[in-house]
């Protein structure tokens, strides 16, 4: 079993923030395998589903960013998963170029907080992840304005194409190794 999670916050307000990228990638993913995101357990909206052989749950928790944790560690020992194994965790990154994406197989929170709180609940730093950039913030402007803010109408489609080639990786993953999968889309 895989459980990919998407990063981001609930509530319409911030569904077309940068911070919230890691939603779309979900959503994406929902649509791609014909997913329905809807089970309101463990503090989330899950959707279960097969990708060949595999059986996947796609998760997008609805306890705010800074909270994801509170989703993912119980739900993640409910179902007996291993997160260093059959986890893979989808957000946005300030420190990569708008629309490039990045994979690692593990690391530090980076100072986000979705991540720390991720990190803090599963007891470790060893899961895979996606990271979607979203660029710094411009100098003098705060970075909680930046992640709660929109893509510029430049940014906009080369983001919606960062989120589809995410969706791309979560689902070689479900066929191969995470470290071909990284071969393949480290940009």
Known sequence: ??????????????EKTKHNVGFWAIDQLARNWNISLN?????????????????????????????SGECVGPLLHFYKVNPEEDLLVIFDDMDIPCGK?????????????GMKSL??????????????????????????????????????????????RAAEAAKAWTEISFLRVMNQFNQ
């Not at 079993?1 to 911030?14: A, D, S």
């Not at 503090?43 to 990708?51: A, M, Q």
């Not at 803090?120 to 803010?149: A, C, M, N, W, Y």
């Open 1 to 14: 079993m895989k459980v990919i999670v998407g990063l981001g916050n609930p509530g319409r307000e911030y």
């Open 101 to 113: 994406i990045r994979l690692r197989t593990k690391g530090s929170s980076g100072g986000h907080n």
């Open 119 to 164: 990190i803090s609940h599963l007891g470790t730093e060893e899961f895979k992840r996606v990271k979607i950039g979203i660029d710094r913030p411009q100098p003098g402007r705060k970075v909680v304005d930046h992640v709660l803010s929109s893509f510029t109408p430049d940014d906009l489609p080369v983001v919606e194409d960062a989120v589809k």
């Open 39 to 67: 089970e309101g357990k463990f503090k989330g909206l899950l959707g279960e589903g097969r990708v060949g052989s595999e059986k996947v749950i796609l998760v997008k928790p609805l306890t705010y960013m800074n909270l």
